[in-house]
């Protein structure tokens, strides 16, 4: 069995796709309690696996960054004041320019 690894550079790297306060989530989950796609918890395991550099995780489960209406309910509910529906938008141009760069991995 393959483990997955981490990338905890990771947060940095987002940086360059315009990922800011959102690493200041601590997953209160108040994003999933307003988000109409909850699903699987999204987007509360996608800002947790963008929290931990699982860069594995976020490319196996990228269909579901593109359910997100960009509404903005999360980011306005966000105790904390970050912003999670940037962050998605983030992992949407970091998982494009994967792919981009990596067609066939």
Partial sequence: MKMDLIDPEF???LERFGAGSAFECFNCGSC????PLVSGHFPRKMIRYA???ATEKILRDAKD???C????????TCPRGAD????ILSLRRFTLD??????NV
């Fill in 11 to 13: 947060p940095k790297t």
């Fill in 32 to 35: 999933v309690a307003v988000c």
């Fill in 51 to 53: 929290q931990l550099g």
């Fill in 65 to 67: 960054l593109w359910k």
């Fill in 69 to 76: 209406l960009h509404c903005g309910l999360c980011s306005r």
């Fill in 84 to 87: 999670p529906g940037e962050l």
């Fill in 98 to 103: 994967h792919w981009k760069r990596w067609p």
